[in-house]
Nanobody, 119 residues
Framework: QVQLVESGGGDVQAGGSLKLSCTAT????????MAWYRRAPGQARELVTI????????YYADSVKGRFTISKDNATNTLYLQMNRLKPEDTAMYYCAASMAAATTPSYWGQGTQVTVSS
C-alpha cells in the first residue's frame, strides 16, 4: 500500500509559477514510477509528466514541455512539479499517482490539488 498526499495548488495569474508537492508513505521502495495527472472540468484525465524511480527517466506531455519540470527527493519520498509560465488552459485538478510496475496504469492516487490560472 502507498499513500499519496499532494499540496501546493492555488490561484495564479497567467505567466506565473506554482510548485506542487506529493509525499509518499507506505511501500515506497516498490514504486516503479510516479506521475502527475490533471483533469480539467468536462475533460478527460491527462497524463502531464512521469518519472521512473530507478533512473529518473522522464516524459512530458507536449502541452507542458519546456514549462513544467518533474523532480523527486528520494530522502523524503517527495515528488515535485514545478510549473512555470502557467496558462489558463493549465487550470485543472492535479493528481499525484504511483505505478508499481512498468507500463501499467497507476495503482495509487492522491486526493488532488486544484490549480487555477486566470488570464
Amino acid at each position: 500500500q502507498v499513500q499519496l498526499v499532494e499540496s501546493g495548488g492555488g490561484d495564479v495569474q497567467a505567466g506565473g509559477s506554482l510548485k506542487l508537492s506529493c509525499t509518499a508513505t507506505g511501500s515506497v521502495s516498490e514504486i516503479y514510477a510516479m506521475a502527475w495527472y490533471r483533469r480539467a472540468p468536462g475533460q478527460a484525465r491527462e497524463l502531464v509528466t512521469i518519472i521512473s524511480s530507478m533512473y529518473s527517466v522522464t516524459y512530458y506531455a507536449d502541452s507542458v514541455k519546456g514549462r513544467f519540470t518533474i523532480s523527486k527527493d528520494n530522502a523524503t519520498n517527495t515528488l515535485y512539479l514545478q510549473m512555470n509560465r502557467l496558462k489558463p488552459e493549465d487550470t485543472a485538478m492535479y493528481y499525484c499517482a504511483a505505478s508499481m510496475a512498468a507500463a501499467t496504469t497507476p495503482s495509487y492516487w492522491g486526493q488532488g490539488t486544484q490549480v487555477t490560472v486566470s488570464s
